[in-house]
């Protein structure tokens, strides 16, 4: 399957996972891919695809929405228990892509099922990126024109490795112009940002960008948190001039041997630290 997915499409998904199925031994797998704000799960068809399976399905009220929420395997089906029948998480990582519902008349199948969800989930990932399909089938309504570009400018809602976990939520999720994070690793450091320019239009997703755009540029270099911050400050009175457009901003590196975190704030909001340090106790 992974083979022959180099040259599929995000859409023939559906049909390239059908082919291979019986090899796994499985009678059925029905991808669901969760919406931008999470609140349902919806089925990849194919092109003309139609099922039996309910094309949606809330995530706070249903077992597929139940195993993704707890990022479990659960049996049974979309009408309750059913022998054979299983909802299955779908991640990358710890980002939550959806929910795969499997069914097998075999025994001992979960560990089979880690591994072809593991690897449908890496196909969608390769493939989600250039497709529309994709981009219509996770969202719930019309987005404007700032946040079409501020979600292809930041990195998964979510990230984790052994040392740290990172989260987090934009809301109005299909109006956040001017609204931007980012984040990254680097050996034993993790780097975090929380953007926010001027305004909630399209002058202030371009404003956001080019700050996001800029703290990436001169960290990659090896700048610093302070002299990133005066870096970026520079590149955007060089484009809008002094008082026209302006961003604040969090930018910090967290080590992850130590857990210090450094910031610097720059009109923003203060960061909240949870719980709040005590005196004299180890970070």
């Not at 891919?33 to 092109?47: I, Y």
């Not at 690793?185 to 755009?213: E, K, P, R």
């Not at 590149?235 to 210090?260: K, S, W």
Request: proline share 6%; charged share 25%.
């Amino acid at each position: 399957m992974l083979e022959d997915s180099h040259l599929a499409a995000f859409e023939d998904i559906p049909s390239l996972v059908d082919r291979h199925k019986g090899e796994a031994g499985f009678e059925e797998i029905g991808i669901y891919l969760a919406d931008l704000q999470q609140s349902v799960l919806r089925r990849l068809w194919g092109p003309g695809g139609e099922g039996a399976q309910p094309e949606e399905l809330k995530i706070d009220t249903t077992l597929a929405g139940r195993a993704l929420q707890e990022v479990r395997m659960l049996r049974g089906g979309s009408e309750g228990d059913a022998p054979g029948q299983w909802w299955v998480p779908l991640l990358d990582g710890t980002e939550r892509l959806g929910v795969l519902h499997m069914t097998s008349e075999r025994g001992d199948v979960e560990e089979r099922m880690r591994h072809v969800s593991s690897l449908i989930a890496l196909i969608v990932v390769s493939k989600r990126s250039f497709s529309d399909c994709h981009a219509r089938l996770v969202r719930s309504r019309p987005m404007n024109v700032a946040a079409e570009m501020q979600w292809n400018l930041m990195p998964p809602l979510t990230f984790a490795t052994p040392k740290v976990t990172i989260g987090a939520v934009l809301e109005p999720a299909y109006e956040i112009g001017g609204d931007a994070f980012d984040y990254s690793t680097a050996g034993s450091q993790a780097h975090v940002g929380v953007f926010d320019a001027m305004g909630h239009d399209v002058s202030a997703g371009l404003t956001a960008n080019l700050a996001v755009a800029a703290c990436r540029n001169h960290r990659r270099q090896g700048m610093g948190l302070v002299r990133n911050s005066e870096a970026i400050e520079r590149v955007l009175i060089d484009e809008f001039g002094r008082g026209d457009r302006f961003v604040t901003a969090v930018i910090g590196d967290l080590d992850l041997g130590t857990g210090v975190f450094t910031w610097v704030n720059r009109g923003h909001h203060a960061p909240v630290l949870d719980p709040p340090p005590v005196a004299g106790s180890p970070p």
